[in-house]
């Protein structure tokens, strides 16, 4: 999911979800009485999601990190929003075993939005992302999908011959959710058990709906991991054959192209947790924090 100029153009399902749910949670995040609020962002991607929808829910003096694992969406977020103030960009895995030591315990507020189910292993990446949160506390929101239709094509096309030596490792990209009979319950324990005390986690099914084959298709070759690998010359027959498969799963509407649609059903886990619920209290008596941008008061 390298293709930081085409996600930018081609991800309305995020944009649209985490829209909603920042509404629905914008007074819930327990902001700061001081206006110095730091919010960690991750899986920022093209950068977009974070600039239209939650950096304008920052106080005039926070400061916003977003970070990603793919240097080439970092790249692009800092170039694109390289005149934002207080704002800056940077790679960041947060599935890995150790957390920069400049990012450890430095943030108010973590958020992700279509990141986690990308993480194998959920654990780690939810012990990384308390532990980003000031020791006196901090809370997080994050949205990811427990499961797709998107995850049955794919495993349907790494049985064909032409495609399987590209796909070999599918499970891993595949969201850790998606065989979970419960995944909300399965989810609330993780966060039980890296320490979050107060946590709220649903799953809502959602359906969105792509207008034409063309919209389907980029919005596919913006986030699969797959066509990276292979000649640009297969890509387009890639993707005919993904349509293939999805007009199997009987997910169209509409015969012609004019009024043809694609439906995608899909689990999504949205999960509010706070670090301690003594949060607000305890900032009142904490002293300035520093700048988490150098030379930046």
Known sequence: MNQASLYQHANQVQRHDAKLILDEFASTLQWRT???DTLLDVGSGSGNVLMDFVKPLLPSRGQLVGTDISSQMVGYASKHYQREERTRFQVLDIGC???PQELRGRFDHVTSFY???WVQNLKGA???????????????????????PVYEV????KTKEKWSSYMQDVEQFISPLHYSLNPGEEFSQLLNEVGFIHHNVEIRNEVFVYEGVRTLKDNVKAICPFLERMPSTLHEDFLDDFIEIVISMNLQQGESNQDQKFLSPYKLVVAYARKSPEFVNNVLLEPPHQSIFKGVD
């Open 126 to 148: 939810l012990g990384n992302i308390y532990n980003l949160l000031r020791p006196e506390g901090g809370d997080c929101l994050l949205a990811f999908l427990a499961s797709n």
């Open 97 to 99: 075993e150790s957390l």
């Open 154 to 157: 794919y495993k349907i096309l």
């Open 115 to 117: 990141c986690l189910h």
């Open 34 to 36: 001081d206006g110095e």
